[in-house]
């Protein structure tokens, strides 16, 4: 309900922008605008505002919208009149009125983005996620938890990193032109350390997921919480719920959801998944539940997933 009402708020702020640009160009140059609609089918709101001729409504139906402007094409026009008519204004006019629709959308974008920038997004913390096993990350030594402070190429000057995108990218330079990465990271206050990553011996050629994967690093940190779970999905065949904890699974401590999801995807053997035995905490209670993932192809191989996020 919440996306239908944020999409139909959108498309009215679309439209009331892009009949506005039309109403205000109409306006300026010298153009009797006879209605200013937002929306349409049963008129649920109309008003005027003081010295102007124009009848603003608001519709019923908010995807679409009109300014109706006096035009001789349309009813006729008293001649006392006639030089505030669409029609009988020069070309020039007529092209920026039609115009100022798009480009007042085009300037809302601009704005928008530009608020953006601004004021900036939150990126994630570049604190790492458990690595996944035989990878370079694991070889290295890190475990998950770390958050990584600085980083650089081996041999070159360490810089800050901000982000888990800021460590992605250094790892993609890394892996690229085939050179080790060093890492300075905390686990604490009191215990910090660096570790080099050499990614030399991956001889990458191109980034895809399968390269992170060698990397070990995909996400960064976040606790192995159940989130929406998917109608049918084996996450809810096994009772599982949104907010749900993952304390262990087959007896083997879970401490984040990376490491989760790759006991999840690693349960099917030959072509078929095997049930696991989570233990999870619900608010104040620790149940024990039976989760059958599903085995569902991936290229060429078949991945367990139980459909939630």
Partial sequence: MTTVLAFVVAMALLIAVHEYGHYRMARACGVNVLRFSIGFGKVLLRWRVKGNSTEFVLGAFPFGGYVKMLDEREAPVAPEERHLAFNQQRLRSRVAIVAAGPLANLALAVLLYSLVHWGGVDLPKAVLASPLAGSVAQQAGLRGGEWVKQ????GQELRDVDSFDDLRWLLTQGALQGQSVRLLFERSKHDSGEVTLKLGSLQAVEVDSQLFRKIGLLAPFSPALMGEIMAGGAAEQAG??????????????????????????????????????????????????EVLPMAQPE??????RIHAF
């Fill in 151 to 154: 980083g650089g190429l081996l």
């Fill in 240 to 289: 599982l719920r949104a907010g749900d904890r993952v304390l262990k699974v087959d007896g083997r401590e879970i401490r984040d959801a990376a490491q989760l999801r790759e006991l999840i995807r690693n349960s099917v053997q030959q072509l078929d998944s095997l049930p696991q035995v989570w233990e999870i905490q619900r608010g104040t209670q620790q149940l024990t539940v």
């Fill in 299 to 304: 290229g060429d191989a078949r991945i367990g």
